[in-house]
């Protein structure tokens, strides 16, 4: 077991012994992996932390097929992490007001640092988020996108979705299309970044959220309109269209 396998571990017990805040705790979670990177360096403790490989394309769309079998809901948050090269808690976090489906732009701050995330959105993205929010999985009145429906029966209902509930709901449905373990969620933000190609380098860093933030809508418009292209890109690539 690796340093951060082990506070993971701690971590998870806390938010059930003491009730945390599940976005807190995922957020701390991220926070100390980014951290530990060069853990695998690290002579003493021999720790390694597994590299994640991007999806292929051909494994995303399997993927995505096995998510509009599920629900709207799997079927929006794929797209949604296709789109915008987001990690798990990203998606989890993805509020209402970071989404600007009629200019087409994301415009979207991760809580854990508040890094922006700005991005031209895909048709295909649009139509799988309208046709989530207009469908009865919806339902919800949070500030987050993607929250456990009030009326579930299984645990947490009404809270925002973490990167648990992502990563569980991933096996399913990696499960259900017949892919093997090593195609992780994470892998999915690395294929949108390999499909945008090196050559819109600056795109991609406001895509991903390696950018420093503005505050200037003008500004964030321009930017969202530069992305388009690598994000077009990306699409074809992906998507197959």
């Given amino acids: 077991m690796n340093h951060y396998t082990l506070v993971q571990g701690v ?13 807190a705790i995922e957020r701390l979670k991220r926070r100390i992996r980014d951290n530990c990177q060069d853990w695998s360096q690290d002579k003493k403790t021999k720790a390694k932390i597994p590299s994640i490989k991007p999806v292929k394309p051909e494994q995303f769309r399997m993927l995505l097929t096995a998510a509009k079998k599920h629900s709207k809901f799997a079927y929006a948050m794929y797209m949604s992490a296709a789109n915008f090269a987001f990690h798990p808690l990203e998606v989890a976090e993805l509020k209402h007001d970071g989404l600007d489906l009629k200019d087409r732009i994301l415009d979207s701050y991760r809580e854990k640092d508040g890094i922006q995330h700005v991005a031209h959105v895909w048709t295909e993205t649009i139509k799988a988020i309208k046709d989530f ?9 949070s500030q987050y996108l993607f929250v456990v429906p009030k009326d579930s029966k299984r645990k947490g209902s009404g809270e925002p979705w973490d990167t648990h509930r992502v990563d569980r709901l991933h096996r399913k449905l990696r499960s259900a299309a017949g892919l093997p373990v090593a195609v992780k969620f994470d892998g999915i933000r690395k294929m949108t970044s390999t499909a945008m190609g090196a050559e819109h380098q600056i ?21 969202a309109s530069e992305t388009k292209k690598a994000l077009m890109k990306a699409r074809k690539a992906i998507l197959g269209k």
Avoid: C
């Fill in 11 to 23: 971590l998870n017990h806390a938010r059930k012994l003491f009730e945390i805040h599940t976005p």
């Fill in 133 to 141: 929010k207009t469908s009865d999985e919806f339902g919800n009145h």
């Fill in 203 to 223: 795109a991609q860093d406001w895509v991903m959220g390696h950018s420093g933030g503005m505050k200037d809508r003008y500004t964030t418009q321009r930017i």
